[in-house]
Structure formats: C-alpha cells, structure tokens
C-alpha cells in the first residue's frame, strides 16, 4: 500500500517561491509515474504537474513557466518547485502515484498566497 506524505506549504506573499515534497513509501518509487494536484475552496481537485518514471515532467497551463516537478528516486521523494506564486495559487497541494493507478490520498500541504 503506497503512502504519501507532503511537506513545505506556507503563506507567501504574491510573487513568491515556496518547494513542496512529497515522500513515497510501499512503492517501487523509481518505476512509478508521480503527479502533483490541487484544490480549492469549492473546486475540483485540478492535476497541475506529473512526470514520468524517466524523469519526463509534464505541466497545466496556470502553472506552465512558473512551477518545475522534479524527482529524487534515492530519496523517494518528488518536489514542486513554486515561483512567482499568485493568489489564484492559493490551494491545498496533494501528490498522487499516478502509474500505476492509486486511489490512496495524502493529507496534503496548504499553500496559501496572500499579501
């Protein structure tokens, strides 16, 4: 049974960074496909980045040039870095094993963009 836990969300003011992690364990990490989401107050839960087991990343269009997925396969662990952070940011953050499929949620990490 795969587990997730998050870390390094925060309140930061608009145009700010902030890098969350997510730590994997009861996984085969190296061969899995991890992606981090985000929701709301009263949204659907919107996947913002994933990447591949290779290392491939792949990004929403609202994050596109501002967020970077990265991975760290010894460490078991995948990162979000966040740059010029903006108010609509304002979520909490969950990774997710995306491959293969996994219905198991983390508590998740509140980002929180305000000035």
């Known amino acids: 049974q795969v587990q997730l836990v998050e870390s390094g969300g925060g309140l930061v003011q608009p145009g700010g960074s902030l890098r969350l992690s997510c730590s994997a364990s009861?996984?085969?990490?190296?061969?899995?496909?991890m992606g981090w989401y985000r929701q709301a107050p009263g949204k659907q839960r919107e996947l913002v980045a994933r990447?591949?087991?290779?290392?491939?990343?792949n990004y929403a269009d609202s994050v596109k040039g501002r967020f970077t997925i990265s991975r760290d396969n010894a460490k078991r662990t995948v990162y979000l870095q966040m740059n010029s952070l903006k108010p609509e940011d304002t979520a909490v953050y969950y990774c997710?094993?995306?491959?293969?499929?996994?219905?198991?949620w983390g508590q998740g990490t509140q980002v929180t963009v305000s000035s």
């Open positions: 990447i591949a087991s290779g290392g491939h990343p």
């Open positions: 009861g996984t085969i990490f190296s061969t899995n496909s």
């Open positions: 997710q094993r995306l491959w293969p499929p996994s219905d198991y």
